[in-house]
Nanobody, 123 residues
Framework: VQLQASGGGLVQAGGSLRLSCAAS????????MAWFRQAPGKEREFVSA????????DYADSVQGRFTISRDNAKNTVYLQMSSLKPEDTAVYYC?????????????????WGQGTLVTVSS
């Protein structure tokens, strides 16, 4: 499956952005989907994941209550609604797909990655 992330940009602290990740192929609904991010000079880290039918979601503590992950299997798209953004949210955000629904916070579990979209939050 190929993933194409979009929606990044420059936003002031306290603002909102919605990221989208469009997937190719007919098997999108068979994948656990997730968002990771990588800030300059730091390792890529887990942000959020969503189960195959959208019924189960998981969030990193740093974004819990501010970010919402969702998916539309009919459109082969996963979203990340980001609110109350902080400068420390500045990073390149990557969407990822995993065929196995275990250890969804572990980067190595993901089989496919998008190209990333840059989110910059100014103070």
């Amino acid at each position: 499956v190929q993933l194409q992330a979009s929606g990044g940009g420059l936003v002031q602290a306290g603002g909102s952005l919605r990221l989208s990740c469009a997937a190719s192929g007919r098997t999108f609904s068979s994948y656990v989907m997730a968002w990771f991010r990588q800030a300059p000079g730091k390792e890529r880290e887990f942000v959020s994941a969503i189960g195959r039918n959208g019924g189960i979601t998981d969030y990193a503590d740093s974004v819990q209550g501010r970010f919402t992950i969702s998916r539309d299997n009919a459109k082969n798209t996963v979203y990340l609604q980001m609110s109350s953004l902080k400068p420390e949210d500045t990073a390149v955000y990557y969407c990822a797909a995993a065929s196995r629904a275990i250890d969804s916070r572990v980067l190595a579990r993901y089989d496919f990655w998008g190209q990333g979209t840059l989110v910059t939050v100014s103070s």
